[in-house]
């Protein structure tokens, strides 16, 4: 297959789960609204309504494809490590206690802060995967319950030692304007965090594609019994897929309370962003160079649902439905024309595997 | 420390056992049942939700039972969508079971918003009902035991002691009959039974539709019994555990349901304990489920392998 | 008398364009042995597949007992009584005997099954039809013999009327073929009919009373077993005088290589599947083992090439024992790997050709510096091989799922000879690869052999074994119970009684082919 075709396939393929997620928000807004007309309306042109909510709109965007990217580096290992949002807590709760400490009136706080939420993240990436390699310990499981883990203990941690007694013990003060990411267009969340994404996209994308590491993680993820045989040690590769996948995690955890959009760390900051992650990598396909794309394609329904909430009779967690309903669309093989032509092909060569005499 | 032993040691806190167990015991045995026939169910979750809500607001206006039955058909309509996007789709098993979550999220907070009238948090204004409890206070007649037992076995859900006969019915069912055979053959070696002309998919269908239906009620029990009323993102997490569970209990009813009450034990002691210990954080307590499930897996999942 | 089962004007063409039947008759007689015999992707085995409904023809007939009838799935053929036994046996591990024989049509009682009735029934059918077995004995301890009985009984027990054998003796050693074909008269002579798919023609001449042969697609011809002889047959099954040769190694020093001694190894149960090994292997001589499948051979290669741990003994390599060495130190040391399933160990399908070979090598400076993938050089080499083995492919960049059995399992033997090996352990090279290709990989061993390998060969195919190997052992329950040099006195069914375990060498004839 040649890169062209491999770029017109994608672009299709991402066309039509947008196409997908419209109609089925139509449908529920047709259902929901008492006045659907302009429910629909606020969804789709609500976040170019301003400065601020297209600012909302990029900065979400960005956060998505970190997200996004934190769960392809899993699954092309063929991992089923759901533990981003525990992650994000863990990152966001050191870049927090960072921010407010002393180094957070220097911009040195910046990258330090980045660099202890990546290896929080990571430390919560590499249990399950320990847990995996050594003790064959289920990965879903373990990176769920690390999840609600992490939730209690940023809590805990933020209340005890973060919060500000005037925020009711749920939220710290702001952070020093030092330790907070430089907005790139005043007034908006367009912010460093744009940067620090498109570069880990980019860091992601040569790591799989250029480095042997990350030929070894994709053999690994298309069958792991050729990997060993291969002579590819593939428990270190799932292992370090998933400390890397937890880096990301927990840059993204930094880049939601050092962001514009808080400044500060808030309970629940998270706001259950990280899972929707695992839409965009499937749309992507895990593809890294994709999923930018449609990072932005997704965060900008994600936008309009929420000024939807806002402003009409629909809440934003709609959203919730349209998205589960584009992944069970995108990860069946229906989906797009000429699929079932390849699933004979597929058919015809699964069939070959018996010895043909 | 005594104090706590005392607290495990209690009727009352057996009594708490049985009543934490429930929920995560039905999920788990559905969890079973799917997994069994090849399907691993990360979707008790969001099923448990889902069946929660409707339990809730069906019990709002019909009888309790009606609620329940409501509960238990939705989860097993979740199953048959599951299965219709897993084996005629194709679709790789675990994303559809996260894409039920992620709609159960955000599905039944806009069904609870419409269903209250702009209420996102809870159903407190839906007059839902509760499933009643079964008196079984004539035990007080033993003598000497009598009183404890009731104090363990009286005043539990209708429910609860529908998850206990379902162990012993799913456990006959998988060793004893025809149908058993053909699941544990599904599980074992698909290309054997459809040699042997079952239809893998048909058993894997029927696995995940029950699995679906069994945690639709759990989620009635959690919504009518265990509370009453439907909270957003009330199941907190017991779908997971209940899928460790699935995984701990090595493919077999009674396994499962001994680790189900393990999970349930400590959920039931997580509830406890800011009484007795006042001085730990409510937040470490929390963990204290979730912990567990991930030590008993890195635990039981190593002896396996050097077993 | 009207023929029992017609085939008429079947062809199959597969989606990815394969034509596999073209135009195909076939007429079986009632209670008789009818033998297909044909080549490997002669196309036999899709015909029997549309007989038995798992493949369905693009065009054609089925007719049985003059009625035409639609085979939409396995189901409708057992409906007919049409059963078949495969190559791969489809029985559940842990169940009884009994219970995957009655799986799926159990008697009841009420709720419960039957297992008493179960037991009863299965038991009066194996006396019946001369296929002894312990009918409440788990299936994964019988031995294969016994396994394929089982088979037959499943089919039996469904009432088959006519029985599709689908190369059983592949798995099977001389003698147990034996009792293969006495259960096989029983069941002609109680008005069953058997269809019988082999390539080893004096087996089919032995017990066939029809022969019909294939060739490429083909049915090329119909012999009567009274006029059928093995060079006629061959003639027909191959279209020219061929038999594949392939010289043996050139007398004169072979300096030991590899050293096995002690070797124990596990199987997936915990049993021992190899006891106690020992063997030298030298450069330049291929070694090959006979052995009927699961008695340890499959274990030995998985271990030797670092897939399967090592419970005691030591495998050394020029001198170094590579038994606790992961498989990059290995390959490093020389070893390469040809395994027995290309798909599931040897290749990753979703990866491209280029990535395929390059995934062994990726700690050499060719290919990979400072961690970073050389792609000019790596696409250069994998065409390279490409031509060489003239592999059928559009390119590197293809998915290697996409490829065929043969082209497949060249570029796995392209990728494992690349690397001049010094120990080659090869297992079942030419499983389900058409005669051109098998050639091709024969000719390529034996020039690895030739460059200095030491090669240690696996194959279910005794020919196979026969024709490539110097020096032979046979394994028996994880333990070789003879060696010889391949001469020309070595014949079938010497192998076969030492492989079934009714004969032990004596040891020092043994030691001396060892060393």
């Known amino acids: ?357 | 420390m005594n104090e706590i032993f005392d607290t495990i040691l209690s009727a009352a806190f057996v009594a708490a056992v049985i009543r934490t167990t429930t929920p995560v015991l039905f999920a788990s045995l559905g969890g079973l049942l799917s997994d069994l026939v090849g399907s691993l169910n990360v979707a008790l979750e969001g099923m448990m939700l889902i069946g929660a809500l409707t339990a809730v607001i069906v019990s709002a206006y019909a009888p309790w039972y009606v609620g329940v039955l409501a509960g238990l058909a939705v989860g097993g309509l979740l199953g048959a969508l599951m299965a219709l996007f897993h084996l005629r789709f194709k679709a790789d098993v675990i994303l559809v079971g996260f894409a039920v979550n992620i709609i159960a999220a955000g599905g039944t907070v806009t069904a609870l918003n419409y269903a209250t009238g702009g209420d996102k948090g809870t159903s407190i204004n839906l007059p839902s009902k509760a499933v009643p409890s079964l008196d079984l206070s004539f035990l007080d007649a033993i003598p000497g035991i009598g009183p404890v037992l009731t104090q363990m076995f009286s005043g539990h859900s209708y429910l609860t002691w529908l998850a206990v006969f379902l162990v012993f019915a799913i456990w006959y069912f998988l060793y004893r009959t025809p149908e058993g055979l053909r699941f544990r053959a599904v599980g074992e070696y698909p290309a054997a039974a459809e040699a042997a002309g079952i239809s893998p998919n048909r058993l894997r269908t029927y696995g995940l539709v029950a699995s679906g239906a069994l945690a639709g009620l759990g989620g009635a029990q959690l919504a009518m019994f265990n509370f009453v009323g439907f909270t957003r993102d009330m199941t907190a997490g017991r779908g997971f555990i209940a899928l460790g569970a699935v995984l701990l209990g090595r493919r077999h009813p009674v396994g499962t349901a001994i680790a189900a009450v393990l999970f349930g034990a400590f959920e039931a002691l997580s509830i406890a304990l800011p009484g007795i210990l006042p001085r730990v954080p409510g937040e470490v307590i929390h963990t204290i489920p979730f912990v567990v499930t991930v030590l008993a897996l890195m635990l039981s999942s190593k002896r396996r392998v050097t077993a | 008398m009207k023929p029992f089962l017609e085939a008429i004007g079947i062809d199959k063409t597969y989606p990815g364009g394969v034509h596999a039947n073209k135009n195909v008759d076939l007429t079986v007689a009632h209670s008789e042995v009818h033998a297909v015999v044909g080549e490997n992707g002669a196309g036999k085995s899709t015909l029997m597949k549309i007989l038995f409904g798992v493949e369905q023809p693009n065009a054609g007939e089925i007719r049985l007992d003059g009625t035409p009838i639609t085979l939409h799935s396995p189901r409708a053929a057992i409906a007919h009584g049409i059963g078949m036994v495969f190559q791969h046996f489809s029985l559940v591990p842990s169940f009884t005997v009994a219970e995957n024989v009655v799986l799926g049509v159990e008697p009841r009682n009420g709720l419960k099954m039957d297992r008493k009735r179960a037991a009863e029934t299965v038991q009066a059918l194996a006396d019946r039809f001369r296929l002894p077995v312990d009918v409440e004995a788990p299936v994964e301890r019988l031995p294969v013999g016994q396994q394929q009985r089982v088979e037959i009984l499943k089919a039996l027990y469904r009432d088959a009327k006519l029985l599709i054998l689908d190369e059983p003796t592949a798995v099977l050693a001389p003698q147990e073929v034996e009792e293969l074909f006495s259960a096989i008269r029983s069941l002609t002579a109680q008005g069953r009919t058997v269809l019988f798919i082999a390539h080893k023609l004096p087996e089919v001449i032995e017990i066939s009373n029809t022969i019909s042969v294939m060739r490429a697609g083909q049915m090329v011809g119909r012999v009567d077993k009274k006029d059928a002889t093995e060079a006629g047959l061959a003639r027909m099954m191959v279209g020219r005088d061929v038999a594949l040769k392939v010289t043996r190694a050139k007398p004169g020093d072979h300096p030991h290589l590899c050293r096995i001694s002690g070797l124990t190894i596990k199987n997936d149960r915990g049993l021992d599947a190899i006891s106690g090994m020992d063997i030298v292997l030298r450069a330049g001589e291929i070694v090959g083992i006979a052995a009927v499948e699961g008695n340890g051979q499959s274990e030995l290669f998985e271990a030797i090439g670092g897939l399967r741990p090592v419970e005691a003994g030591s495998v050394e390599l020029n001198g170094v024992d590579i038994v606790a060495v992961p498989v990059d130190q290995r390959r490093d040391a020389g070893l390469a790997h040809i395994p027995e399933d290309r798909i599931a160990t040897g290749s990753a399908g979703g990866a491209s050709v280029a990535e395929n070979i390059v995934a062994t090598e990726l700690e050499n400076e060719r290919f990979v510096r400072h961690g970073l993938l050389d792609l000019g050089a790596i696409r250069k080499h994998a065409v390279e091989l490409i031509e060489r083995f003239s592999v059928r492919v559009s390119g590197p960049d293809a998915a290697i799922g996409t490829l065929s059995g043969g082209n497949m399992q060249k570029v796995v033997v392209a990728r494992e000879l690349s690397s001049d090996p010094k120990l080659l352990l090869v297992s079942h090279p030419t499983r389900g690869v058409d005669l051109g290709a098998t050639e091709f990989i024969w000719q390529r061993i034996a020039l690895a052999r030739d460059a200095g390998s030491a090669v240690f060969l696996t194959s279910a195919d005794l020919s196979e074994l026969l024709s490539l190997s110097d020096r032979m052992i046979v394994l028996y329950r994880g333990r070789i119970v003879a060696a010889f040099s391949n001469t020309t006195e070595l014949t079938p069914e010497m192998l076969g009684s030492y492989m079934l375990g009714f004969a032990e060498q004596p040891v020092h004839e043994r030691q001396a082919a060892l060393a």
Do not use: C
Not at chain 1, 212 to 238: E, P, V
Not at chain 1, 321 to 335: K, R
């Open chain 1, 1 to 357: 297959m040649t890169n062209g075709k491999i770029f017109f396939d994608e672009t299709r393929r991402i066309l039509f789960a947008a196409v997908i997620a419209l109609l089925v928000a139509l449908v529920i807004i047709l259902i929901a609204s008492k006045n659907p007309l302009e429910t629909f309306q606020t969804f789709i042109a609500g976040p170019l309504s301003s400065k601020r909510t297209v600012g909302n709109w990029i900065d979400d965007s960005a956060k998505l494809a970190l997200a996004g990217l934190a769960f392809s580096l899993v699954f092309q290992a063929r991992q089923f490590a759901l533990g981003v949002q525990g992650q994000v807590y863990a990152g966001g709760t050191v870049a927090a206690a960072i921010a407010l400490s002393p180094l957070g009136l220097s911009w040195v706080s910046i990258p330090v802060a980045a660099i202890a939420a990546m290896m929080a993240g990571a430390f919560l990436g590499f249990i399950p995967g320990y847990a995996k390699a050594k003790l064959n310990a289920n990965e879903i499981v373990s990176s769920l319950m690390l999840n609600y883990i992490a939730y209690d203990i940023a809590n805990l941690f933020l209340r005890l030692y973060l919060a500000s007694p005037k925020s009711g013990l749920t939220a710290s003060e702001a952070f020093p304007a030092s330790a907070v990411y430089p907005a790139f267009i005043a007034r908006t969340r367009i912010d460093l965090g744009v940067v620090l994404a498109l570069g880990a996209v980019a860091i992601v994308w040569f790591l799989l594609y250029r480095t042997a590491w990350g030929l070894r993680l994709r053999l690994t993820g298309h069958n792991a019994r050729f990997a060993a045989y291969s002579g590819i040690r593939s428990n270190f590769i799932m292992v370090s897929a998933m400390t890397a996948s937890g880096a990301i995690g927990g840059l993204l955890g930094a880049l939601f309370v050092q962001g514009q959009g808080f400044a500060k760390i808030v309970v629940g900051f998270e706001g259950g962003l990280s899972f929707e992650g695992i839409l965009i990598a499937i749309v992507a396909r895990n593809r890294p160079l994709a999923i930018p794309f449609v990072a932005l394609g997704y965060g900008y329904l994600r936008q309009g649902a929420a000024l939807m909430g806002y402003r009409t009779d629909v809440p934003a967690e709609v959203i919730g439905i349209v998205q589960g309903i584009v992944i069970l669309l995108v990860a069946s093989s229906f989906t797009l024309p000429g699929r079932a032509f390849l699933n004979r092909i597929m058919g015809g060569s699964s069939a070959a595997r018996a010895p043909s005499t």
